[in-house]
């Protein structure tokens, strides 16, 4: 079994920064990458930024990068997501999820087997 459970959103004026943790618990060597995934209000969630587990690679969307950056600690299971520079169109339910898959990088739904419960992400104008 695995869980993994998200803190750090909040709401944040645009140009702020915010640091969002993944706490991960059980069968955690399973895991070949973790990543998160966003969804705003009416849009389709989507991927954000993905970190191999083992060897730390990362890998971005467009959008979010030079502002934001993924990191892991090993040693206590934690995954982060360091935002700087945010805008509204950040805004969203941030989600963090573990694959275990073996396609780098992994940025489809489907390629992830556990996910968090999410945790909101708000930038005001």
């Known amino acids: 079994q695995v869980q993994l459970v998200e803190s750090g959103g909040g709401l944040v004026q645009a140009g702020g920064s915010l640091r969002l943790s993944c706490a991960a618990s059980?069968?955690?060597?399973?895991?070949?990458?973790m990543g998160w995934f966003r969804q705003a209000p009416g849009k389709v969630r989507e991927f954000v930024a993905v970190?191999?587990?083992?060897?730390?690679?990362?890998y971005y969307r467009d959008s979010v990068k030079g502002r934001f950056t993924i990191s892991r600690d090993i040693a206590k299971n934690r995954m982060f997501l360091q935002m700087n520079s945010l805008k509204p169109e950040d805004t969203a339910v941030y989600y963090c999820?573990?694959?275990?898959?073996?396609?780098?990088?992994?940025?489809?739904?489907?390629?992830?087997?556990?996910w968090g419960q999410g945790t909101q992400v708000t930038v005001s104008s």
């Open positions: 970190i191999n587990w083992g060897g730390g690679q990362t």
């Open positions: 999820a573990a694959a275990g898959g073996i396609s780098w990088p992994p940025r489809e739904e489907a390629e992830y087997a556990y």
């Open positions: 059980g069968r955690t060597f399973r895991f070949y990458g």
